[in-house]
């Protein structure tokens, strides 16, 4: 074939790679292929380098095999060198019981993507994965200056991972942050288009130049090499077009390498911008992606977990910093079995010297934050129990002790409801208040000391019940004093109010419209006016009495005057009976 039909068949397999830029990944692979072809043809043509290759297998045997741009000692050369293993499977294995395999570098990446023939390209699959597995796995980052002091601690197995500073575990998608990266990197790959296709040009159009220059310095060839005669008449002018071409070949091979290599970048570029495309226009909008789940989550399964404020010495820091944060919308901690119902005796216990509880919802202005309870604190159980007691644990059992002293449990609201109710709304059950000294009082208090200040304006209390008992719960305890005092007070029955000494020694009672006092004597003090009929059954005695108009029906005497017969009238058996007894508060079942 003429030296010009290969020029030119170099030049359409250039400008084919070039055209492809902007194709599917498929041709891109094809067009690298067919550009290889020239790649060989111009590298065979050179005699700068040592080229191995067997079809089968190259085997390189020794008991210390160092590879790379070194001396003859193993040693570095130069300003250093690069080692480039590629293929399908690259296997490196650390043989026998105390076999290693080490990386070291003040960079070592691992990305888990297709480089392509080229190492050029770096195309994500579904199925890129970065996998180790081992007994004993150590993950360690040193704040080191210069030179690690601490080196990794291996035990027998498990994984350890350490930090001296910060230690970021994350399962978390993104729409916001993520379209903003989509952006920031496609604007830098277009950026470098712009550039690789500036680079391009310039390049191929020196390849072009060399291309055009090989043409004119062979086009003599096929004159001279037409007959025999011609060729040896004209050797002389043979090894000149020899020297012209050696000269110009490497260069016209450095060029072809760089534009292939500029090729490469720019469709990979472009395969990453499309790919991009479609990434943030799969993206949802931010409302729809913080309504749905993004089904990011972080699992941790274990026999037990614990986490401590430690130094890695040990120390347990009580710095403000050190602690356990939550944010969340929602957490739960459940001790179920895998039928949802509860796991025997489980128990969930917080030890701590305060814990609060707080569902205010902050409000935040310029000027200031205020803080507004809001939401709902709900406590479901079939025994609560809340106490200020100290206790002690002897024989591994927790028992309690004593009071607490100055210990107090605290309701405090605008409105607070104790309430024993079914679900249907009927009272059930019952409420008990048991101390030394109990106080039930609406009054204000002082801000500060919280202490009784005067009685609340407009206060109320209601006591009501079908059935009450104040100052005794049965015949063995009662109440030695009841005092009660007010500016006005009111006593209502609708059928008997009856008040008692001792067993009925004296009664009042107010009964069907009747008011009746009964007692071995009875005393009133004071002005007594008694409007309407009043009956005497037994004798009346009077210092003095004004009387208007005075009848006497058996007898009337007097030790002055004296008018019929004095007879005695018969002496009275009236006695009030109690209507009420006492009775013994109902015991709770």
Partial sequence: MPMD???DDWKKILDDFQNSVSKELSEIRKQKEEVQQIKLEVFNRLESCKYIRDEKRIVLSAPEIIIGNVNKDGMLSGDGGVVIARGTDVLLDGVGENGNVISRAANIQQTAVDPGVDGVEAVVYPHSSVVSQARNIVLQSNDGKDCFSQKPVIGNSGVTIHSDTK????????VKNRKQAIENLTTQLKSEKMQLEIDSQKQKLAIETDLAQFKTIVAPHD???STEMLTRVSYQELQDIHDQVGKLLPKLYQESVEFIHTISLLAETNRQIDALDKEKSALKSEDDFKKNTT????YIAAEYLEVDSKDGDGNLHENPEAGIYVNVPHMLVAMRKADGSLVDKSYLTVSTEKVNISTANPKVSEQSTDLPAGGSVSI???????AAVDAEVKDKKTTEKALTKDGKITLRAEKVNLSATDTEGKASGSIGINAKAVEVKSMDVDKDKRTDKELAKGSSMLLLSEKMYVGAKDKDNKSKKLQVVSEEMGLFADKTLEAQQGEAKAV????????????SKTQVFGETT????????DELKAPKATIDNLEAKTSFKSSNISDGIAVPGAPSTAKLSAKLKTEDAPKES
């Fill in 530 to 537: 008694i409007n309407g009929k009043t009956e005497v059954k």
């Fill in 380 to 386: 479901v159980s079939k025994d609560i129990y809340l």
């Fill in 167 to 174: 230690m970021h575990i994350e399962a978390a998608a993104s």
């Fill in 5 to 7: 039909n290969i020029f």
């Fill in 508 to 519: 009042l009672q107010l009964a069907g419209g009747n008011a009746a006092i009964s007692g």
């Fill in 295 to 298: 089904n990011a989550g972080l």
């Fill in 223 to 225: 004159l001279l090499s």
